[in-house]
């Protein structure tokens, strides 16, 4: 079946920029989408089609997408976003969903 | 506001099978390019998407649990119906259900607040 591969762990220090990657073979040719879970809470979509912001999320997200790779940065990260971060795409034919397996951000 | 919430039994045991009830409000399943899926979260473990039904009434599903899951819909009532068979100690989870819309492609923009369910006998 089709996976998308997100690194276990990245760690920042608050106002330093955090990158989280998601590598996938079919990402070149399908949209990937970003999200933000904190503990006992439901995700928050962050970020749709690789790179639009959902309205009323903060500036310091942002998506892009090179090839197989598609990027989560976090400029200016704050203590308040240490969460697990998701992404999401689908496969080649566009008949499922497949999240990556999640990225703990953690601000020191 | 478009909201959504889950219903259904917070425990099965082995071999039962699940069903569990999203109603949602705020948008309608019969407006084009609007979806609803069903996705789940072991404890401590990633999300895994299940299942989704669509404005016209296609349904996708997980192919890893095709064989397990039946997704449907009552759109006067606005709600989606997710059952899940033979159910196993492994599928202890929160479920949650998420719309996909026009506005954000395949992104869940909208989530329930997603309902425990533990299996055990």
């Known amino acids: 079946s089709y996976e998308v591969t997100q690194p276990p762990s990245v760690s920042v220090s608050p106002g330093q920029t955090a990158r989280i990657t998601c590598s996938g073979d079919?990402?070149?040719?399908?949209?990937t989408y970003w999200y933000q879970q904190k503990p006992g809470q439901a995700p928050v979509l962050l970020i749709y089609?690789?790179?639009e912001r959902l309205s009323g999320i903060p500036e310091r997200f942002s998506g892009s997408s090179s090839g197989t790779t598609v990027t989560l940065t976090i400029s200016g990260v704050q203590a308040e976003d240490e969460a697990d971060y998701y992404c999401?795409?689908?496969?080649?034919?566009?008949?499922?969903?497949?999240f990556g397996g999640g990225t703990k951000l953690t601000v020191l | 506001q478009v909201t959504l919430r889950e219903s259904g039994p917070a425990l099965v045991k082995p071999t039962q099978t699940l069903t569990l009830t999203c109603t949602f409000s705020?948008?309608?399943?019969?407006?084009?390019?609007?979806?609803v899926s069903w996705i789940r979260q072991p404890p401590g473990k990633a999300l895994e998407w299940l299942a989704l039904?669509?404005?016209?009434?296609?349904?996708y599903y997980s192919a890893s649990l095709r064989t397990r899951l039946t997704i449907s819909k009552d759109t006067s009532k606005n709600l989606v119906v997710l059952t899940m068979t033979n159910m196993d100690p492994v599928d202890t989870a929160t479920y949650y259900c998420?719309?996909?819309?026009?506005?954000?492609?395949?992104?869940?923009?909208?989530w329930g607040q997603g309902t425990m369910v533990t299996v055990s006998s």
């Open positions: 089609k690789d790179s």
């Open positions: 999401q795409s689908a496969d080649s034919d566009d008949t499922y969903s497949v």
């Open positions: 079919t990402l070149p040719k399908q949209y």
């Open positions: 039904i669509d404005w016209d009434d296609d349904k």
């Open positions: 998420a719309r996909t819309s026009r506005d954000t492609g395949d992104g869940f923009d909208v």
């Open positions: 705020g948008f309608s399943l019969s407006t084009d390019e609007v979806c």
